[in-house]
């Protein structure tokens, strides 16, 4: 029977993230907020949304394999929206230039 490795925290090496603010360049990733799934929208006529829209809105995300864009906020640098194409394998980032409109976030 083999036994794992015990592990050495010492020997963890731990890689920050880097991601690219279309106005800072690339940062470290705990000076931003991720702020969700960029492809979602809201209801355009909320009173006329069905229980299933809803339901999609609030509660629905995908999970992909792959480049996924996404909304996040640069909450300790320049405080601006932006969206970020980046890849769930290998967590490389692309800063795309478009602005998200800024709402307050609790
Ligand atoms: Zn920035």
């Not at 106005?23 to 355009?44: M, T």
Request: with cysteine; net charge negative; glycine share 4%.
């Amino acid at each position: 029977m083999s036994v794992a490795p015990a592990l050495n925290p010492t020997r963890i090496d731990f890689k920050m993230q880097l991601i690219p603010c279309p106005w800072c360049g690339p940062r470290n990733e705990n000076e931003f907020v991720y702020q969700g799934d960029a492809k979602i929208l809201r209801p355009l006529d909320p009173s006329a949304a069905s229980d299933e829209e809803w339901t999609s809105y609030l509660y629905l995300r995908d999970n992909p394999r792959g480049m996924h864009r996404e909304h996040w906020n640069h909450r300790y640098g320049c405080r601006q929206w932006f969206e970020l194409e980046r890849n769930t394998l290998d967590h490389t980032a692309i800063a795309l230039t478009s602005i998200v409109t800024p709402k307050e976030t609790s």
